[in-house]
């Protein structure tokens, strides 16, 4: 195994499936089904769920609702994401732990640093929720800020295509993907993979990132094992 401890990043509009809104009970259990053999690996798994499939900040703004409020809202959906995601684990027999950037005592635990790597060493499943706790941030924010929290090795970024083009391959049949970027360079071309701020801050961390196809199953364990696919960002 490559990797010992891992930051996972799942996107919140991937839990809606096809449906395109809220939880798709088979890709949930997808999902846990994989987070769970990690776990039999003996791999400190840590997850980042946004809340997409529920309520999107940006998007909220958008449409003149107080940006603000609007977070706080998605950070609430990331919430829900992450409770559905731990009922799906224990249900299979993961221990999991959902950590809170914002207090709700009665479900689910506050955020500690200490806390999560203590959980993490036990073997139990971590999953952070509601963000940074603060509005302007997205959960690739998170994501990067959690990484270097826990010391995770690296951000496994689970997509819905298998890695990083240099524009859209959805819309774009002549679309090349990259197998290698470096951070300047993710910044410099304007790829939208994660926002800038997640970026600088595993190149300032030097914390890998792997971008891949979370919906081709047994892909999250083939990183883990090293195999080469999806793009790697690096310093």
Request: hydrophobic share 40%; net charge neutral; charged share 30%.
């Amino acid at each position: 195994m490559k990797y010992k401890r891992i930051l996972l990043k799942l996107s919140g509009e991937a839990l809606a499936g096809d449906q395109g809104y809220g939880i798709t009970p088979e890709v949930l259990g997808q999902f846990a089904d994989e987070v769970k053999e990690l776990n039999e690996l003996g791999i400190e798994v840590a997850v980042v769920i946004g809340g997409g499939n529920i309520h999107r900040g940006v998007a909220g703004s958008t449409k003149g609702m107080d940006r603000t409020t609007s977070d706080h809202m998605g950070m609430l959906a990331t919430v829900i994401n992450a409770l559905a995601l731990q009922d799906s684990l224990e249900r299979k027999g993961v221990y999991t732990r959902v950590l809170s950037a914002i207090k709700m005592q009665e479900i689910c635990e506050s955020y500690i640093r200490r806390r999560a790597m203590r959980h993490l060493e036990k073997g139990r499943v971590v999953i952070f929720a509601a963000g940074t706790g603060n509005p302007y941030f997205t959960t690739d924010t998170t994501a990067a800020l959690r990484a270097n929290e826990i010391d995770a090795d690296i951000i496994m970024k689970a997509t819905k295509v298998d890695g990083i083009y240099d524009k859209d391959p959805v819309v774009h049949k002549d679309a090349v993907k990259f197998d290698e970027l470096k951070y300047i360079d993710v910044l410099n071309r304007g790829i939208k993979v994660m926002d800038s701020a997640a970026i600088s801050l595993c190149m300032d961390n030097n914390i890998e990132i792997r971008v891949f196809n979370t919906f081709e199953k047994g892909n999250i364990k083939r990183v883990v094992m090293g195999e080469d696919i999806g793009t790697k960002v690096v310093k």
